[in-house]
């Protein structure tokens, strides 16, 4: 058996991404009144939360789209292109704040809400670019089906 990283990414973010699932789950259940009513103030407290749950809705679809390129890439037995390797780093940095965030390890997730806007922002940029990346490593890997050939 010989030792093919292909399928070793793909078990490794499938779980990461279960991981990131229940985090994310356990997370929303445990802050669900600081969400409804922040602590330290509407207007400032509330734009923040909204930043951050951009930042989850833009980490989920991100890791979706690698999970694809990876099954795509060992479907077709091809070899990982640049554009996917700079498209799983970026997004694996977003991703780590976001981890960062919803671990909820030694208050961190109280310290960076309280951070401001600053971080959130660039991890929803750093996660734009990441999934941008990710789609276009899609498409490009993707074989060109025509339905004429599908169908008879």
């Not at 929303?28 to 009513?37: G, N, T």
């Not at 679809?61 to 694809?68: A, C, H, K, T």
């Not at 806007?117 to 929803?124: K, N, Q, S």
């Not at 670019?129 to 025509?146: E, Q, T, W």
Request: charged letters at 15%.
């Amino acid at each position: 058996m010989s030792f093919d990283l292909r399928h070793w990414l793909l078990i490794f973010v499938s779980a990461m991404l279960l991981v990131t699932i229940e985090l994310t789950e356990d997370y929303l259940e445990r802050s669900w009144p600081r969400v409804r009513r922040p602590a330290d103030g509407w207007a400032a407290s509330e734009g923040v939360r909204q930043l951050w749950a951009v930042v989850g809705v833009l980490v989920f679809p991100g890791i979706i789209l690698l999970l694809l390129n990876l099954a795509v890439l060992i479907w077709r037995d091809l070899p990982l292109a640049p554009v996917l390797v700079l498209g799983a780093l970026v997004l694996g940095f977003g991703w780590a704040g976001y981890l960062l965030l919803i671990s909820q390890v030694g208050g961190l997730d109280d310290y960076l809400e309280g951070i401001g806007v600053t971080l959130p922002l660039a991890l929803i940029a750093m996660l734009l670019v990441g999934d941008l990346l990710l789609l276009i490593a899609f498409f490009s890997s993707v074989p060109d089906v025509s339905l004429r050939r599908l169908l008879p």
